[in-house]
């Protein structure tokens, strides 16, 4: 029989003969051999657990005396204290002034000291006097309790419709009976705030994506620019800002960061949000200059009495020469003299010309100090580099 079949009866026996083989005999190459692949697996033992890291509470600092500058503040603990606004800037007018009040008080939100106040009302305007009069309410609103140190107004949406006068035929919208009773009542307006020494701003009407409407807000905006700046108002167009380079609405374009977002609502009249802060970024530095005059201190009018001196403290003796308590005025020291300024260059002196003296005479030298003696040259040796006789010697 060949050897390879026999090799499963030999392996068979080799098993069998492992199996009944005696402890001592089982530690031959075979039964290991077979051991290592019948044998059960044995379980590893269980790792030991590690150390976990033991966190530490943090000592509690101890404790401090309150804060005198802070009622019921601890010592050390900041808090921030709001500080109360002293700049009130009233926004009036319509729809759309609203959404420009939203935009200033997104504006000046770092600025505690301007407080934006909005009085705006919708559907409002200067034509609809018996739905709404802005002439009266301007006065009661500077006349109320609230103090207002500027106001700004944007106007017009809302007047391309019929005038009411009562019995009185109405004129067509921006007919030239129109224009001229919308130019009074923007300028009784403006008056208003100028009578009440409160510094207006007027703000302009942006393009819009309908023709009749834009054309309205380039009369509306006309009118109200004469007759506002001829009553102390500043005014602030935003054509430009909401319309490309052909004058033509676009409802997206770059807003105060430079990006280009939408900016007008869905109307095609009114700001959105990113609409509103941008139109408030051009009327920010208006509101700005106000602040800041407001803040400077008042200047002394000529002619005014100079302040009488104080009175000095006791024990202080006068100083003679000066007033009583301040000593005299040292005398003022003499300014410096200026060099004269330094020529650009010296004088041209020849390098092979003679000197000679005013009287055309040679030079003499100074007074005791002999005439230098003339120095011979040394007669040149035959062949030296300074032997310059012809035919070479």
């Known amino acids: 029989m060949p050897i390879i079949r026999r090799l499963p009866v030999l392996l068979l026996a080799l098993v069998c003969l492992a199996g009944s083989a005696p402890p001592a005999a089982a530690q ?31 000592p509690k600092p101890a404790a401090t005396a309150p804060n005198p500058a802070i009622p019921g503040a601890p010592g050390g603990d900041v808090q921030t204290v709001k500080q109360a606004p002293t ?22 939100a770092g600025d505690h000291r301007v407080a934006i106040v909005n009085k705006a009302k919708e559907d409002t305007g200067l034509v609809r006097n018996d739905f709404y009069d802005w002439r009266a309410a301007a006065r009661t609103l500077l006349d109320g309790p609230q103090h207002f140190d500027a106001a700004v107004v944007q106007i017009g949406i809302n007047d391309n419709q019929k005038l009411r006068l009562g019995g009185e035929p109405s004129p067509e919208p921006l007919s030239k009976p129109f224009n001229e009773i919308y130019a009074k009542r923007a300028e009784e307006l403006a008056a208003i705030f100028q009578e009440k020494k409160v510094p207006l701003i007027w703000v302009g009407q942006p393009i819009m994506r309908s023709e009749s409407l834009s054309n309205a807000a380039l009369v509306f905006n006309d009118i109200d620019r004469q007759y506002a700046e001829a009553q102390g108002a500043r005014y602030v167009d935003l054509w430009e800002a909401f319309s490309d380079e052909d004058s033509v609405y676009r409802a997206s374009g770059p807003d105060v960061n430079g990006v280009i977002v939408r900016l007008r609502a869905a109307d095609g009249v009114h700001f959105n949000k990113a609409g509103a802060r941008k139109a408030a970024h051009f009327v920010e530095p208006e509101i700005r200059k106000l602040l800041e005059a407001a803040l400077q201190p008042p200047e002394t009018p000529a002619g005014a009495a100079p302040e009488a001196p104080a009175t000095p403290a006791p024990g202080v003796p006068a100083m003679p020469g000066g007033n009583e308590t301040t000593p005299p005025a040292a005398p003022e020291a003499a300014a410096p003299v200026a ?24 030079a003499a030298p100074p007074v005791g100090r002999a005439q230098p003696k003339a120095i011979e040259a040394a007669p040149a040796q035959p062949g030296r580099a300074d032997d310059f006789a012809w035919p070479a010697r």
């Open 28 to 58: 031959n190459p075979f039964s290991d051999f077979f051991g290592s692949i019948f044998a059960p697996r044995r379980a590893r033992p269980p790792e030991e657990p590690r150390p976990r890291p033991i966190h530490r509470p943090k």
């Open 339 to 362: 060099p004269p300024p330094k020529p650009i260059a010296g004088k041209i002196e020849s390098l092979t010309e003679t000197a000679v003296s005013p009287g055309g005479a040679l």
């Open 87 to 108: 700049f009130f800037v009233a926004v009036i007018g319509d729809s759309q002034a609203n959404m420009l009040a939203q935009g200033l008080a997104e504006a000046f």
